[in-house]
């Protein structure tokens, strides 16, 4: 019984800290990111069989014995943050339910356009969750999933044209003698920008992936970038405050599930995320971006998989061959991961003048036998890549390698967003981004 009483002692701190702060929705939000994060940690150990026994399992193929490891269990981490989340629900709007003036009449100050965007955006990731368990269980084709995350953001669309309805974009000063404007109207065009980040940034998370912790690791330094940037902008621009909110509020409770998930996802992993996961995660991204109104910061966070989706192009658009798994491949000698291989022999001439490209680029590294004819070349993922420039490497120095280069880019993400927007938009007057 002790024992009992000292494992809850954590979560009953963290629920004993939230009621003293109830009336603190930030602090509020934390306490529950870090409920879910430990409930998250303590729940995978307890699900792990379950899942393996209903088939929810497979082979980790980057290990010598390729163990048994229970798939999906992104799952878990996404409906407890649910919980966390319809918790919170209330807490944002606290202050309108005490107003003694609080009526149902013409004069209500409830600010239900808020409301409906915190629900829009709960609405889309509980889509993007249930879409994404559904690819695991059923191994849906490439060319119907990658509309999945259309169809989970349309709620999210909706709400926003309902509530902001703004379809108008902030012109860089080198291109506004050219339209006459500051401001250009898109009308449609700029719903279908935000679909597409929608699919994007939930797709991008999944083709980064295959290697033990960095499906969670890449999504966990993301989503700091972003609450850093959150916070900066809370600090700097108050009248944006309201957004910058509501973005920490989505993403405090989803970085506490990531960390406890990653916990058993890291190398050697003891559960896999699944697309579950990926899809989830990246969905988390385009909602605090479309609600926050600042995509374009979001994907400056998000360069290495913007990098990682362009070079992977002549593959995922079958100019040259793709291999159903293009995760490094584990030389058993060594123990460590090398960068895994395509055959060259059947690319067309537009796929060979594209490998030739990034070969003059260095971005590629094309193997010919003795007589110079070209025989098979790493595949087109940064982790290959990553793997050619810097050599074979533990599966775990792989991951932290991409995180690294994660965190890099947000750094350097930072200094375009603070110090060089001012070469292209005038901060005094633009201040969504």
Excluded at 115 to 121: D, E, M
Excluded at 227 to 248: C, E, G, I, M
Aim: net charge neutral; proline share 5%.
């Amino acid at each position: 019984m002790y024992e009992g009483f000292r494992s809850l002692m954590p979560s009953g701190l963290i629920v004993a800290v939230m009621a003293a702060g109830f009336h603190n929705p930030l602090a509020v939000s934390l306490c529950l990111a870090a409920l879910a994060g430990t409930f998250t940690f303590k729940a995978i150990p307890l699900v792990r069989h379950v899942f393996i026994s209903h088939g929810r399992f497979g082979e980790d193929k980057l290990k010598k014995d390729k163990p048994i490891t229970p798939e999906s269990l992104g799952a878990v981490a996404g409906v407890l943050y649910f919980f966390a989340m319809f918790l919170f629900i209330p807490v944002p709007f606290i202050r309108w339910f005490r107003e003694s003036d609080y009526s149902l009449g013409e004069e209500m100050s409830f600010p239900h356009d808020k409301f409906a965007q915190f629900l829009g955006g709960l609405l889309s990731l509980l889509s993007m969750l249930f879409l994404g368990f559904a690819d695991d269980v059923l191994d849906i084709r490439w060319r119907v999933k990658i509309w999945f995350p259309l169809i989970a953001s349309m709620p999210l669309l909706m709400v926003y044209a309902i509530t902001y309805g703004g379809t108008d974009i902030v012109l860089p000063i080198v291109l506004r003698p050219l339209f006459g404007t500051k401001l250009l109207h898109l009308g449609g065009l700029y719903y279908c920008y935000m679909a597409a980040l929608a699919i994007f940034s939930t797709n991008a998370i999944n083709i980064l992936a295959g290697v033990n912790g960095v499906e969670a690791g890449q999504a966990l330094i993301i989503g700091l970038s972003i609450v850093f940037n959150d916070l900066l902008q809370l600090h700097n621009n108050p009248s944006r405050a309201d957004a910058h909110l509501t973005s920490l509020y989505f993403l405090l409770p989803f970085i506490g599930v990531t960390l406890g998930f990653l916990k058993h996802n890291w190398y050697p992993a003891k559960a896999f995320p699944g697309d579950t996961y990926c899809y989830f995660a990246g969905m988390v991204f385009a909602v605090v971006g479309i609600l926050g109104n600042f995509s374009k910061t979001v994907l400056l966070f998000m360069v290495p998989q913007i990098f990682n989706f362009v070079y992977s192009c002549p593959q995922l658009f079958h100019f040259v061959e793709c291999p159903r798994h293009r995760m490094p491949s584990l030389n058993v000698n060594t123990g460590l991961l090398e960068a895994s291989r395509f055959k060259v022999d059947k690319v067309g001439r537009l796929g060979w003048a594209m490998l030739r490209i990034l070969e003059i680029l260095h971005l590629i590294e094309i193997r010919r036998d003795e007589q110079g004819k070209p025989v098979d070349a790493n595949n087109l993922t940064l982790m290959s890549l990553l793997l050619v420039k810097f050599g074979p490497m533990r599966e775990d120095s792989l991951a932290l390698s991409v995180m690294a280069m994660q965190a890099l880019c947000s750094c350097l993400a930072f200094v375009v967003r603070y110090q060089l927007v001012h070469l292209v938009y005038n901060e005094a007057e633009d201040d969504r981004h």
